[in-house]
């Protein structure tokens, strides 16, 4: 059976080998995270808890999915990875 380009289902993280997004606070200038952790609530509770939280920040650690953009065969079809393409090349110009 074969599905027009709209129907066909997006990948799940796990089938395009994507790791969760990790959030990793930093003290101004710091070269090394403080901590990194899965949510951002998590970074923001770590944060907002310590007393010099106006010298820290959060820093998103965003995963890319690996299979999508190396390996593959279909990726030219999926709406996931076209609208990906075009967010790397927004963010490239």
Known sequence: MELPDDLIPECRNKE???PDNQYAVYKNGGK???RV???QREAE????EHKDSAEMYIQPRIQ???RC???CPV???????????QAELLKAS
Request: glycine share 0%; net charge positive.
């Open 16 to 18: 395009r080998w994507q």
């Open 32 to 34: 090394r995270a403080m």
């Open 37 to 39: 952790f899965n949510s």
């Open 45 to 48: 509770t770590f944060k907002s």
């Open 64 to 66: 890319p999915p690996k």
């Open 69 to 71: 953009l190396d390996y």
């Open 75 to 85: 990726n030219n079809y999926c709406h996931f990875y076209n609208e990906l393409n």
